[in-house]
């Protein structure tokens, strides 16, 4: 049983359990924490893409706070979320039948504590709903729209930083003449608000992507110019996109979850969400009527760069180095890995000594930063999958792992627990850990990873080889001969003593600077 959850009457003395709906929030469990409001009675103002479960831990629980802050005996504010999902029916569905209420366990060390959240008010799935998804766009209380649809939803070419348009998903949207992508549902949405003559929502990216508002203008700006140049200038005049930084770790949904949040509510529900205590947003300014996330522990800042930057490189990239190393250890979860012997250690020096130099100047405390994380990476209540975070480990590896290591190239810095990193990565390719045990990795580019992966025979340095090859994650590496002469060296210190062994051999030494001659 969890931390800090009641325990049930036993089977024999307890009644049916009910399920979560408005109908039976009032009987739920004194000990969980309902909303604030009758949230019936809460109007939306915000349009949601991507129904996950990081929105719904993320932005939706922080909104109803923001909303709880506001309150003042009057009418409840209009800050209710109208939320879409672009692939997944399924939860659609299970919101439809809970009246858009869920939980939110937060596992801390000690305790979990649960909430029940109550702004999702309309939830869409956009494939089969168009003419409520067009509804919920041409609402003109409708002020926000937020995103959390993964980095590889934006559909970028890493190359030119501009909209991929050879990607599958947008060659498929242009075919079929019906947008299904998250950049063409919204700039679908944004020509239905201008042909309408109402002002644009203001557009927030809540994803782990670098200047993720820059990245979004400009894949809307090009997304818009292949049908209509009119639209595109309009987007690109007309509507805000500013940069947001998001930092909670919620773990996929279990059993367990809904086990504990019935444990706590007395009732039944089927799409809790699982997440640590610690939440952050930060958002740049813009004008008009926003919800008070600020109460919420939301910061508005004017640059969000230092933030972002912070957390892209040492938390995201912290989580992709360990994954890949662990996953190769044998590991499964992030807590797991921390537990082994120096892979703290190493994660703090990775921080450090490797991603802290590459960071734009702050005022920020990095070192309390880094510990911090470790300290949140260690709480085995949270059972974050080391296989969710290297999903997609194509995309992700320019921004969290590539960038720095050639900035420190650049200034002549060695970075062998990036390099070590980097090479566990590729070895993560050939699906197999340690132990001689199969996993799964999925990835956007399953098929050309499988490809180099079979072409290398499981030997590492042609594997090295063979993934530098590809363009559309090594950009111009392939041409560098230090960097691949150093990730051979990684790759085959992996092979030859375990991700253990290696790592205890980096903290050793063994990937410093060959010296010269």
Known sequence: MTAGLRMLPSAATQRPFTRLALASLATAQAGARRPGFDPSALQPGILHLGCGAFHRAHQAFLTQKAIEAELGGGPVPPWGIVSTSLRTPQITCALAAQDGLFTVLERGAEETTATIVGTLREWIFAPTQEAALRSAFLNPEIKILTLTVTV????TDARTGRLDFAHPSIR??????KPATAIGVLVNGLRLRRD????PPVVLSC???PANGRVLRQMCIDYAALHDDGLSNWIAQAVSFPTTMVDRIVPVCTPRDREDARTALSLIDDVPVSSEPYAQWVIEHFDGPRPRWDAAGAEYVHDASPWEASKLRLH???HLAIACLGRLAGCTTVAEVVSLPGFCAFALRFMLDEQKPTL???DHDIRAYATQLLA???IRGVVHQLDRIMVNGSAKLPARLLAPLCENRRANRPAPCTLLAVAAWMLCTLRRDGNGMRFQLEDAMEAQLARCAAASGGNPERLVDLLLALPEIFGSLQGDAEIRCDLKRAALLVAERGAKGAVAACMSGALDPLEAG
């Open 316 to 318: 995201n990239g912290g």
């Open 196 to 199: 309408s003559a109402l002002a």
């Open 360 to 362: 734009p100047p702050s």
């Open 172 to 177: 498929e949207d242009l075919r079929q003449g």
């Open 376 to 378: 949140r990476w260690r």
């Open 152 to 155: 590889s939803g934006y559909c």
């Open 207 to 209: 994803d782990n992507l």
